[in-house]
């Protein structure tokens, strides 16, 4: 099984948008709604911003939105804060065989 | 609230297992219907998946690594522990458990702080 396909990077000024794609296929990310992102910060543990496609966890801002079409998942923040700055991972279900695929990670720079 | 914790030595030689263990406090492995992952990092690299356990312990591995762990589940300690046997550089990784809150998934909602394991002679 391949990883899931990530930007390396991507960047945006405070206050400003961006949308991290994160690329599968029909077996995974285009097959089920079982499509995670997570957030790390340089020398963390990574943490859970959005399961299932796009629902946010307890405590998560509503800045950070999840969507899904075909198999390309996305995760949207907006109004960024030099918080936001980490590298994020989209993560997927697969069932062929059960295991989880991970993508390579975007290291969001807030300019 | 749930915490784990990742114990195990942090270096290993060479063609040698590498056994880690980890320790779950704030939820009972034994109660819950979860299931508890290891996952790990290389230095600068992304997320690898290595395998799951249930308390029962059933167990299901990354088709890249099955030939080489194993995973187990102590409920009286409650704890779980991680094999991977015949070791190169390549696994010189920060080694996480994690908690799968939706079955089997790989919804990650807790995760220890890592461990990390260098192999080396």
């Known amino acids: 099984q391949s990883a899931l396909t990530q930007p390396a990077s991507v960047s945006g000024s405070p206050g400003q948008s961006i949308t991290i794609s994160c690329t599968g296929s029909?077996?995974?990310?285009?097959?089920?709604?079982?499509v995670f992102w997570y957030q790390q910060h340089p020398g963390k543990a990574p943490k859970l911003m959005i399961y299932?496609?796009?629902n946010r966890p307890s405590g998560v801002p509503d800045r950070f939105s999840g969507s899904k079409s075909g198999n390309t998942a996305s995760l949207t923040i907006s109004g960024l804060q030099a918080e936001d700055e980490a590298e994020y991972y989209c993560s997927s279900y697969t069932s062929t065989p059960s295991l989880v695929l991970f993508g390579g990670g975007t290291k969001l720079t807030v300019l | 609230q749930v915490q784990l914790q990742e114990s195990g030595p942090g270096l290993v030689k060479p063609s040698q297992t590498l056994s880690l263990t980890c320790s779950v406090s704030?939820?009972?492995?034994?109660?819950?219907?979860?299931?508890w992952n290891w996952i790990r990092q290389p230095a600068g690299k992304g997320l690898e998946w290595i395998g799951r356990?249930?308390?029962?312990?059933?167990?299901n591995y990354n088709a890249s690594l099955e030939s080489r762990v194993t995973m187990s589940v102590d409920t009286s300690k409650n704890q779980f522990s991680l094999k991977l046997s015949s070791v190169t550089a390549a696994d010189t990784a920060m080694y996480y458990c994690?908690?799968?809150?939706?079955?089997?998934?790989?919804?990650?909602?807790?995760w220890g702080q890592g461990t990390l394991v260098t192999v080396s002679s």
């Open positions: 299932d496609v796009n």
């Open positions: 356990i249930y308390p029962t312990g059933g167990t």
């Open positions: 704030g939820d009972s492995i034994s109660d819950g219907s979860y299931y």
């Open positions: 994690a908690r799968d809150i939706s079955g089997w998934y790989g919804r990650f909602d807790a």
């Open positions: 029909s077996s995974d990310v285009g097959a089920y709604k079982f």
